[in-house]
C-alpha cells in the first residue's frame, strides 16, 4: 500500500473512499465488526462520488455529519497483481447522530493521536505518517477559515 498525498490524483476512479473525521484535536473513529477501531470507510457505489462516499460512510458507521471536507490524497492497494484506488478526505465533525449501520458499527469515540497506536485496527509506519498529515492539514483548514 502507498500513499500519494494532494494534490496527486488517482489514474483511476476510486474504489473505495475513507475519512479522518476531527474535532479539535481527537479523531473520531467507529469500532467496525472483523476491524475493531478504525476511521470511517468503505466503497464508493457507482451512483456517487468519492467524497459522497466518504460523507455517507462516516454518517453510517460514526453517526457523524461532516464539514469541512477537503482531499487529502489517496492510497494504491496492490493485492495479487490488481491495483485499486482509495480517495482519502479530512473533514471536521459538525455534529453527531444516531449511528445507522449497526449490523457493521458497534460504537464510535474520539482519540488522541497518542492513544490511536495501541488500538487503531492496523496501525504501521504508513497509517502514522497520514494520521499525522490528515490532522495537520485540519488544522491549517481550521486557520484558513479564521482568517
Not at 477501531?37 to 462520488?49: D, H
Request: hydrophobic fraction near 45%; charged fraction near 30%.
Amino acid at each position: 500500500m502507498e500513499f500519494f498525498p494532494a494534490p496527486y490524483r488517482a489514474p483511476l476512479r476510486a474504489f473505495a473512499a475513507l475519512v479522518f473525521p476531527w474535532r479539535d484535536s481527537q479523531v473520531l473513529l467507529c469500532d467496525i465488526e472483523d476491524r475493531g477501531w478504525c476511521i470511517p470507510s468503505g466503497r464508493v457505489e457507482p451512483f456517487e462520488t468519492s467524497l459522497e462516499a466518504a460523507h455517507r460512510e462516516a454518517l453510517e458507521e460514526a453517526g457523524a455529519v461532516l464539514a469541512d471536507a477537503q482531499y487529502l490524497g489517496c492510497y494504491r492497494v496492490t493485492e495479487r497483481s490488481e491495483i485499486r484506488w482509495v480517495d482519502a478526505y479530512v473533514a471536521r465533525v459538525d455534529d453527531l447522530v444516531e449511528i445507522s449501520a449497526h449490523e457493521e458499527s458497534r460504537g464510535r469515540k474520539f482519540f488522541t493521536m497518542d492513544e490511536l497506536p495501541a488500538i487503531y485496527h492496523l496501525w504501521n509506519d504508513l497509517t502514522h505518517e497520514v494520521f499525522c498529515f490528515s490532522r495537520e492539514a485540519m488544522l491549517r483548514n481550521a486557520r484558513v477559515q479564521k482568517g
